[in-house]
């Protein structure tokens, strides 16, 4: 039997040779585009393709690749390749961060029943506008800004004192600077639930803001910085300062809400014995004021940037702890015949801070303040304030005490 192929078997031999000759022609030169383009890995998937001239050319080279040869080059889909490292030249350039300045100052009391000042709260506060012009302003209040409500104190009480201004006074503490103020302290309660309640109402009317209250954080909006504010005292109506755990629990919240955080403190014992700062609890009356070091130290380690005291009524030291500021206390800032101003009780300090948007530090003073013998601050050309703080914060602190310069300046301790 004649077994050679017949012509039309001829003619289908040599037009798949010819497509196999195409195919093979246009997967070389898709080669050498993939080794122009995407180097070895490229040129291997285009090897790994299989011969069906119709497959998508897809992979390393792509649609465009492809429709740049002129072909739809055949290949195999490859795995996904990992993003490549970035390189130092092709990262964002990092926005600086913003800086901010904080000034806070100690017990404001602007009065109490039978004896509020001439000329109102603004005349009390007339003096201290200047230095106390900063982005986020805060002050202990010391009072309650009420017209109702009864005393807490119970009759002839000779340890008790009760302090109430009018909540017309409000406005004075704003047009004095003042932004935020802490309510946590033993005086807030003065005039019970009634006046607690007019001084609240009292500060928003006059847009201030607030914190000190259990679970509260203030948070104020400085540009494109959030700063939190909270205020601790060992009292039922405040966040507690003496449950160190639920503390540490409020300033990682606030750390999550805010670029910064501020925590202020009521906590010591009171008067010029206990300028000094010691550590371990504290007691005054029979009261327990809490463990300034032990709280002050809690709150920087869970997020706090800076920790601003109030209590005592007489300016204790400064410490650098894990590269922030503890201010124990700021003394009497502003009491109209409220506090005792003999002494170390009038000698007084406005704090200034400026930070980083990250709470890190920039730079520090002090601005050293005397209150008059009706409790009127005026800054204080002597500076006592500024060598009781140095000679404090050297005695109690030692090589971690903030250096305060003969014009105020504050610095981190050296090494």
């Known amino acids: ?23 093979r022609r246009k ?58 490292e970035p390189t130092p030249e092709r990262k964002p350039p990092r926005k600086p961060l913003a800086e901010l300045t904080i000034a806070a100052a100690g017990d404001v009391a602007l009065g109490r029943t039978g004896a509020v000042p001439a000329g109102g709260g603004r005349a009390v506060l007339a003096r201290v506008r200047r230095p106390l012009g900063a982005d986020v302003v805060l002050g202990n209040l010391e009072t309650t800004l009420t017209t109702g409500g009864a005393s807490q104190c119970a009759p002839r009480s000779r340890d008790c004192y009760a302090f109430r201004a009018p909540p017309s006074y409000a406005p004075a503490l704003a ?46 909006r400085v540009g494109r910085t959030r700063v939190a504010v909270l205020g601790f005292a060992p009292y039922k109506w405040a966040q507690s300062l003496l449950d160190l755990p639920a503390a540490r629990r409020l300033v990682r919240r606030a750390a999550r809400r805010a670029d910064i955080v501020v925590v202020v403190i009521h906590a010591g014992a009171e008067g010029v014995r206990y300028a000094h700062v010691h550590p371990g609890p504290e007691y005054y009356l029979g009261e327990r004021r809490g463990d300034p070091v032990a709280f002050a130290h809690a709150v920087v380690q869970a997020g706090a940037d800076l920790v601003v005291g109030s209590g005592p009524h007489v300016l204790r030291g400064l410490e650098w702890y894990h590269g922030r500021l503890v201010a124990y206390s700021l003394g009497n800032f502003a009491g109209y015949r409220n506090f005792d101003v003999t002494g170390a009780g009038g000698v007084s300090a406005i704090l200034r801070v400026t930070l980083r948007s990250d709470g890190s530090w920039v730079e520090g003073s002090l601005v050293p303040i005397r209150l008059s013998a009706t409790g009127t601050p005026a800054r204080d050309p002597r500076r006592a304030a500024l060598a009781a703080v140095r000679a404090l914060s050297r005695e109690d602190f030692g090589r971690r005490a903030v250096r305060v310069s003969p014009d105020g300046d504050l610095q981190p301790p050296r090494g």
Request: avoid cysteine; glycine fraction near 12%.
């Open 1 to 23: 039997m004649d077994r050679s192929p017949s012509r039309s078997t001829e003619e289908l031999l040599e037009r798949r040779d010819s497509k196999r000759r195409v195919t």
């Open 27 to 84: 997967r070389l030169s898709a080669l050498a585009l993939a080794l122009a383009l995407g180097g070895a890995g490229a040129a291997a998937s285009t090897l790994a393709g299989g011969g069906d001239e119709d497959r998508a050319a897809t992979g390393v080279l792509g649609t465009t690749a492809a429709q740049t040869a002129g072909t739809t080059a055949a290949t195999a889909s490859p795995p996904p390749l990992p993003p490549p």
């Open 175 to 220: 047009r004095a600077g003042f932004t935020v103020l802490n309510l946590a302290n033993n005086h807030a309660f003065d005039y019970g639930r009634q006046g607690a309640i007019e001084t609240l109402a009292a500060l928003k009317a006059a847009r201030l803001r607030h914190t000190g209250r259990p679970g509260e954080i203030a948070v104020v």
